[in-house]
């Protein structure tokens, strides 16, 4: 059985900083390409992040470039998402995604695997 656990969300004030974690189980995550995505109360999903398999091809959506930083460690199964200088705006749901053949697909069912997502929220 495989699984992909998000972790590390939380409450946080404005300008703090968050590492969100994808850990994935059952299975080797170096086969996969990693994205993440949030979607925010009344809004569409959107994708904000996404790792190759070998980590030498990031994304970086306009609304996150210069504040996010994506990461993986294949010797720990989990890949990373850094959040600094959080926004209100960045309060959301985060889920990563693993797909063995797709990069940075918008497309759900270009996924093998889904977390259940990890809530963010920036208030003061």
């Known amino acids: 059985q495989v699984w992909l656990v998000e972790s590390g969300g939380g409450l946080v004030q404005p300008g703090g900083s968050l590492r969100l974690a994808c850990t994935l189980s059952g299975t080797t995550l170096e086969y996969y390409h990693i994205s993440w995505f949030r979607q925010a109360p009344g809004k569409e999903r959107e994708k904000i992040s996404c790792?190759?398999?070998?980590?030498?091809?990031?994304y970086y959506a306009d609304s996150v470039k210069g504040r996010f930083t994506i990461s993986r460690d294949n010797a720990k199964n989990t890949a990373f998402l850094e959040i600094h200088n959080l926004k209100p705006e960045d309060t959301a749901i985060y889920y990563c995604a693993a797909s063995m053949m797709y990069y940075c697909k918008e497309y759900e069912r270009r996924y093998n695997y889904w977390g259940e997502g990890t809530q963010v929220t920036v208030s003061s």
């Open positions: 790792i190759s398999n070998r980590g030498d091809s990031t």
